[in-house]
DNA sequence: CGCGATTTGTGCACGTCTTCACAAGCGCCT
DNA sequence: AGGCGCTTGTGAAGACGTGCACAAATCGCG
């Protein structure tokens, strides 16, 4: 410690300083601290102490501070973090000081949903377009946006600087989808469609998969019943619950 | 090695064979290797090495054959694997065999497409139940389903058996209704809503968060414009990412 | 029948992440 | 001013996950 690494003076939109490169594991949860920074802000907290703040983010309260002291030295020994301060500093590592566009293709059923969801305008994002390739949707209006067909791509991206791009469309459609995407030059994906996208060097692209996660759960759900089916070797097996069932970013059982 | 691990004997609805405890990380890819199982299937493949599974489901070869050998031993050296029985193993262990019923409650934007999502049929799932709290939402017909009382849920848990919640309601509600589905002995639990749920030992939380998925997307954005705005040490920026960049989860980069 | 090509299964080393435990620092009270 | 209680920040150890590299096993062919 000692030398204090320059606080990344969020207000300065001067030199950027060179973000601390954080371990992947420390980036995935610094959300879920914003999360609830915000609603301890909301209830008309100024400080938040690392025991409070992990409970309200679900995690071990030395995880928490090992993970803020990767941004810096922002806290006070004895008293706790300033609760709009660490606010401001997460939004900044984050890159949520400037509202990023966001462009959305496929409008269907999954699609229709995420462009109604005002979580994203809540919490640093704007949707800037909605794209689909069935003309049959296009020109429909969603949320005050009208669909444009997903060809249009390259005029939207000049209009707007497109951050990252949303793919909600089938598996078939959605490698051409992120081609069509990489070609405009966005570098960061977040792909809905049940399918592995290959992408050049330097593009992100990030997963998610409704079904996966339930079936995650089933496979805990399946091991959970033949356990109890078992006689169990002393103790009852569900209380006897191994804590290692707890899987990395599954929460469970916080205490009460 | 050498005592061979009875296998799962899918077939065989007898004892239950008490399943092997698989390291978290596996059982978090096995969903996408029966994908891409199924994929090949279709394709007409009935075997496939692991070198080509690894390339369809975006993971190391070496991973993939670790995460397969701790299922027993189903490969054929030489040859590679068996793809319908390895996808009927991968079925078992994750509890699919049987078609899990699945209760979602919240019927709003999100739920609404959720209901809708035919990937879950096919995978192994069947929406047993839409509730919500909403008493102008109660009756409206979803997909060949009658919108209920979220209050009926002890009804319809006797009605059938629930084997996985979906919380898809506003964050101010879920910790609630989490309460009322582990009342009714639920024990595994899917939550979108934006919040930490506290539940009950032996209760299995996974969280969803899609703003969480762009705020880490906007991080390694803003990465990377950080790093292409410095001069740089020796070498374009761009193509020097360092490949600590890829995140644990988040696939980069997949070469042509 | 034996040999070479191929592919699995895994021992080992390395890197990352987590958790404990505690020294260092801060504010408050006397 | 000094001491006490509280909280942060971090060193160190252990758990976990990853990937290389290779021995063991199988098939096909001569």
């Known amino acids: 410690m000692s030398q204090h690494r320059h606080p990344g003076a969020p207000g300065r939109a001067g030199a950027v300083p060179a973000l601390p490169d954080l371990p992947e594991a420390t980036v995935a949860r610094l959300p879920e601290y914003l999360r609830a920074l915000h609603n301890l802000a909301d209830a008309g907290h100024e400080t938040i102490s690392s025991e409070g703040l992990s409970a309200a983010a679900g995690v ?42 966001v462009a959305l293709v496929g409008v269907g059923n999954l699609g229709h949903a995420l462009a109604g969801y005002d ?17 049959s949707r296009v020109g429909e209006e969603i949320n005050g946006l009208v669909v444009r067909h997903v060809d249009e791509l390259p005029a939207v991206a000049t209009e707007e600087s497109i951050a990252i791009g949303v793919i909600a469309t089938p598996a078939a459609a959605a490698q051409r989808v992120a081609d069509q995407l990489v070609a405009v030059g966005v570098t960061s994906i977040l792909n809905f469609a049940p399918c592995v996208l290959s992408v050049p060097e330097g593009v992100d692209v990030r997963k998610v998969d409704l079904a996966i996660e339930l079936q995650i759960l089933s496979f805990h759900e399946h091991r959970k019943a033949s356990l109890t089916a078992l006689p169990a070797t002393g103790g009852s097996a569900l209380t006897a619950l191994p804590g290692g069932l707890a899987a990395t970013d599954t929460q469970e059982a916080i205490g009460t």
Chains 1, 2 share one sequence.
């Open 60 to 101: 071990n309260s030395a995880k928490l501070r090992k993970d803020l002291s990767h941004l810096g030295s922002y806290g006070t020994r004895g008293v706790g973090y300033d609760v709009a301060l660490l606010i401001e500093q997460i939004e900044y590592v984050l890159g949520l000081t400037q509202r990023r566009a």
């Open 119 to 135: 979580g994203f305008a809540s919490r640093g994002f704007r949707i800037a377009a909605l794209l689909d390739a069935d003309p």
